[in-house]
Nanobody, 121 residues
Framework: QVQLVDSGGGLVQPGGSLRLSCVASGSIFRVDVMAWYRQAPGKQRDLVAYINNEGRTIYADSVKGRCTISRDNAKNTVYLQMNSLKPEDTSVYYC???????????????WGQGTQVTVSS
């Protein structure tokens, strides 16, 4: 059984910073991709940032230059450092992983439970 636990959200003033963390645990053979998505009330869930197991990254245009995604492969952990936060960054942030539980298994999607980020003065 695989579990993703994300954390680090909270209330921050505009211009502030937060660092989100997500740990994947359980029976894991290989984690191919880790990413962060966000979903505001009444809106679809959108990609924020993505990192594969070679360190290649992709960012949404709305966060480029303000956010940095990184991962610790040995710990199956992904981080999202968010700086210069804006009110429009307010959302629930979800960790995502595409991983294999055995060498013969197909890679499957897993999601964290979400962590609330609120940017407000």
């Amino acid at each position: 059984q695989v579990q993703l636990v994300d954390s680090g959200g909270g209330l921050v003033q505009p211009g502030g910073s937060l660092r989100l963390s997500c740990v994947a645990s359980g029976s894991i053979f290989r984690v191919d991709v880790m990413a962060w998505y966000r979903q505001a009330p009444g809106k679809q869930r959108d990609l924020v940032a993505y990192i594969n197991n070679e360190g290649r990254t992709i960012y949404a245009d709305s966060v480029k230059g303000r956010c940095t995604i990184s991962r610790d492969n040995a710990k199956n952990t992904v981080y999202l450092q968010m700086n210069s936060l804006k009110p429009e960054d307010t959302s629930v942030y979800y960790c995502f992983a595409l991983l294999k539980t055995t060498s013969a298994d197909l890679a499957r999607d897993y999601w964290g439970q979400g962590t609330q980020v609120t940017v407000s003065s």
